[in-house]
């Protein structure tokens, strides 16, 4: 944007007006170690044009995600995005639409919403949808908060091969109520143990979270896993990845009751973190449970067809002391994204998606399996990620790949058991047998030599 210059008696008059001493005070609410505590390092008399070739030059060393292959995974995935996705999203009505209160202005927002809830609930088996959640992690610690206010108990179970973040998310917003969270331990095979979890699911339990699959990649047993959790009496929430949904039995299928994931896979950038796109449905008996939206379809007094907001009133978003939840305004252009995404692939398309996730992650174990100092740790099925263990430290090999213009995965050291040798990898139907295999040799010309990092005890 044009900058326009102040000259000192404006910035002097400003602040007065503002009732601040110096532009120092306008940031004075920022924490001090994120605000600097110097001038710029810059030389001294340099000319506009100057300082312009500067920053652009700084601005160059950076790289974009569109540069760089990534491997990286963990709940955030790169993925084709058709380019309908940003021609239909980027249309005015979609980035100006506010609110459905009005359901006779907003029906185009409504239907996008109403489509969206279908589309999760047919992905999911489940009876509702609400119009989405800021993210999985947020979702889930929202359906955990659903259970406990059904059971009226006070613990809850998180297997620690959930995903961190979530587990930290669900950890930090449950604190407040005096929840008890217990953490369920991975048996040898990555997945959770059945007979460890049976020891937990004690009467105080209101739930369990059941990933599917987890955050190592791999497919949990989730039969045996939901049947120690009903058994106990608890509500089964699970936690799955949508692409896998196409290959693998939904969450109603296993006896969840209440189901979220992340669905920035359909069509949304990952951007470095974010902003995501969470999902919340449940079964019938739970639905005026559910924080955020609910759209449902009617007809008017004329026989039309036409989309409204229902079960909550407008009391529920803007009245904290009456609502189950806070969470008010949904991802609606994300959702929006979502949708579109959806209805370009249909059921067949989906399918075919799960399927090409399946063959590249089928692929890249084998491309990396063969190379000297990799293992596969956990042998069992996994979906579009897996683990890899080197002998030397997985931070070293992502350093090094970084340098190679690879993003190579995420290191686990620290969890679920993992230790430092370790790497989570993931694949997506974006990337290229060519990939795969750069990444195998990659893998080859850090462990054949000795370049950053010692070996890793076994």
């Known amino acids: 944007m044009p900058y326009v210059p102040h000259s000192p008696d404006d910035i002097r008059t400003m602040l007065e007006v503002i009732g601040k001493q110096d532009i120092a005070d306008l940031f004075s609410h920022l924490p001090a170690g994120v605000r600097l505590d110097r001038p710029l390092d810059l030389e001294a008399g340099l000319t506009e044009e100057e300082v312009r070739r500067y920053f652009n030059k700084a601005a160059a060393a950076n790289h974009g995600q569109g540069e760089l292959v990534s491997f990286m995974g963990g709940g955030v995935y790169d993925s084709i995005i058709p380019a309908a996705i940003d021609a239909i999203s980027s249309r005015s009505e979609f980035l100006t639409a506010y609110t459905p209160y009005q359901p006779e202005v907003s029906q185009g927002t409504l239907q996008v919403i109403y489509e969206w809830q279908s589309f999760i609930c047919r992905l999911t088996g489940l009876d509702v949808a609400n119009a989405s959640m800021y993210d999985a992690a947020t979702a889930l610690s929202e359906a955990l908060s659903v259970a406990l206010a059904a059971k009226r108990k006070k613990t809850v179970v998180l297997p620690v091969t959930l ?21 369920a331990p991975a048996g040898p095979e990555g997945t959770t143990d059945p007979v460890a979890l049976a020891e937990l699911m004690t009467d105080d339990v209101a739930a369990c979270v059941l990933p599917n699959p987890n955050y190592l990649g791999l497919v949990e047993p989730v039969d045996e896993l939901s049947s120690v959790i009903r058994n106990a009496g608890a509500i089964v929430v699970a936690a799955v990845n949508p692409v896998a949904l196409s290959l693998l039995r939904t969450p109603a299928e296993f006896g969840a009751e209440l189901a979220v994931g992340e669905a920035q896979p359909f069509g949304i950038p990952s951007s470095w973190g974010g ?169 080859e010309e850090f462990l054949s030599g000795r370049p950053e990092g010692a070996e890793v005890s076994s």
């Open 163 to 183: 995903n961190p973040r979530y587990r930290r998310v669900v950890k930090t917003m449950l604190a407040g109520e005096g929840i008890t969270v217990l953490d």
């Open 275 to 443: 902003p995501l796109l969470g999902f919340l449905a449940c079964a019938d008996k739970h639905k005026r449970r559910i924080p955020g939206r609910i759209v449902g379809r009617t007809t008017d007094t004329r026989g039309q067809e036409g989309y409204v907001l229902t079960l909550q009133t407008r009391e529920q978003h803007i009245r904290r002391e009456k609502a189950t939840s806070n969470i008010c305004s949904n991802q609606g252009l994300n959702a929006l994204r979502a949708t579109v995404y959806l209805a370009m692939l249909g059921a067949g398309g989906l399918s075919e998606l799960g399927e090409a996730n399946l063959t590249r992650i089928t692929a890249l174990r084998k491309a990396v399996g063969s190379v000297e100092g990799v293992s596969l740790p956990f042998p069992g099925p996994v979906f579009n990620e897996t683990v890899i263990r080197l002998t030397r430290p997985a931070v070293a090999f992502s350093d090094f790949a970084r340098k190679r213009g690879v993003l190579a995965g995420i290191p686990l050291e620290g969890v679920a058991g993992c230790g430092a040798g370790d790497l989570l990898v993931s694949v997506t139907e974006k990337r290229t047998a060519a990939e795969i295999d750069n990444l195998g040799s990659l893998l």
